[in-house]
Nanobody, 125 residues
């Protein structure tokens, strides 16, 4: 089992940067593909970025490509999302999640087994 705790959210202005962190418990963290998802009220949770178990493969939704970077530190059981050039449309609750598929190619939230509690990111215009 993997327990996940996100941190790093906050209120920023358009163009600012934030780095989200996700601390994982459990020695099996390194065997999971990991992902960041986000959700706004009234909308479904959407894929933001995913990463393979070693970190060699990363995938992004088109609207964040070139601005966001997902990374992981398996030695420290940490997952990161560096978000640059933030826009108001990036405002959402951001969740990290763990998937038993280690490839990182899982973009559907229903395939993820473990979720954090979420951290709010608000980008003002």
């Amino acid at each position: 089992q993997v327990q996940l705790v996100e941190s790093g959210g906050g209120l920023v202005q358009t163009g600012d940067s934030l780095r989200l962190s996700c601390a994982a418990s459990g020695r099996t963290f390194r065997s999971y593909g990991m992902g960041w998802f986000r959700q706004t009220p009234g909308k479904e949770r959407e894929f933001v970025a995913t990463i393979s178990w070693i970190g060699g493969s990363t995938y992004y939704r088109s609207s964040v490509k070139g601005r966001f970077t997902i990374s992981r530190d398996n030695a420290e059981n940490l997952l990161y999302l560096q978000m640059n050039s933030l826009k108001p449309e990036d405002t959402a609750v951001y969740y990290c999640a763990a998937n038993p598929d280690p490839s990182g190619r899982a973009y559907d939230s229903t395939s993820y087994l473990y979720w954090g509690q979420g951290t709010q990111v608000t980008v003002s215009s």
